[in-house]
């Protein structure tokens, strides 16, 4: 074995290791601080205290307390934020990307059967798929759509099912399933990065200048946080999608996808409305049904 292959190969056992650790950090985080938020008792007579609840954890309680006001000047120097995980997952994933995919792009990436392009081009087109649907998904949560729940959700489903059929068109089936994952991936990525941290360290500094912050920057950061909170079950299915072929090379993976996309999201829905003691236990129902659905529609029409 080459040396170079040899490094390349521990470079690949490394990164998904590390890769695969700090992604449940991150969903871990996500999932933990939603649940808190909605779990927090909110009617509470006090101008400083948004909130407050109760938590164990090995055997001992702690009062947890949102509030309304910035913290004591010498807590904000001991702030604990939450952004590595997702930095270090963006970054293992897109260096497997390059060390994987992209330097294999000729045999993982172009199916001449699907579109004959160069490796170069494949790589190219990948790229601008990532940056382009960011692009347009950071417009459309700054655009007055972001207003309207059912009519945001509904162009968000809109392009993912263009994304994930026009993906198919260029690439071969695997790295086109593969290609969605990334896409949300990044997405959420750059919210952590470009929204919710700038966000924060705006609210941080202004309160450490004793000054007033804009509370739109908290519900923007929040925001974007849920976004994430509800891609996250289909992002982690496209992550383990290399283990399920008969869906990954499937005549119609692209819908399947789509479909796998909503119901997962019918089923985050059910565990966020859980958590506010809102029991819709029909959504759980039903995004169970509609898998056992899929399941068999996926059998019947098998290729």
């Known amino acids: 074995m080459e040396i170079l292959t040899y490094i390349l190969k521990w470079s690949e056992v490394i990164l998904r290791w590390s890769h695969v650790l700090f992604a449940i950090l991150w969903v871990g985080n996500s999932f933990l601080f939603n649940y808190l938020d909605n779990k927090l008792n909110k009617e509470i007579k006090n101008e ?48 497997l990307l390059i060390v994987i995919y992209y330097y294999n792009a000729g045999v993982l990436m172009v199916d001449k059967r699907v579109l004959v392009i160069s490796p170069i081009t494949a790589i190219l087109y990948s790229v601008l798929t990532m940056i382009l649907s960011w692009l347009i998904y950071d417009f459309l949560c700054k655009s007055k759509l972001i207003k309207n729940d059912f009519l945001f959700l509904s162009v968000m489903l809109i392009l993912l099912t263009i994304i994930s059929f026009g993906l198919t068109k260029i690439f071969g089936p695997k790295f086109a399933f593969l290609s969605v994952g990334l896409i949300i991936g990044s997405n959420m990525f750059a919210n952590v990065f470009t929204v919710i941290i700038p966000n924060q360290m705006n609210i941080i500094n202004s309160s450490k200048k004793s000054q007033q912050f804009d509370m739109s920057l908290s519900l923007a950061a929040k925001q974007r946080s849920i976004h994430n909170n509800y891609s996250t079950f289909l992002v982690l299915f496209i992550m383990l999608s290399g283990h399920f072929s008969f869906i990954v090379y499937h005549k119609y993976n692209w819908a399947i996808l789509v479909l796998i996309g909503i119901i997962s999201g019918l089923a985050r829905h059910y565990f966020n409305l859980r958590g506010r003691n809102i029991h819709k236990i029909s959504f759980l129902y039903i995004s169970i049904i509609a898998l056992m659905i899929l399941a068999g529609i996926i059998f019947i029409f098998k290729t």
């Not at 309304?68 to 994933?93: C, E, H, M, R």
């Open 48 to 95: 400083d205290i948004d909130g407050e609840g109760y938590l164990m954890h090995s055997g001992f309680f702690y009062k947890l307390t949102r509030l309304k006001k910035s913290p004591d000047s010498t807590y904000l120097n001991q702030l604990v934020i939450f952004k590595w995980q997702s930095y270090l997952t963006f970054v293992t994933g897109i260096l």
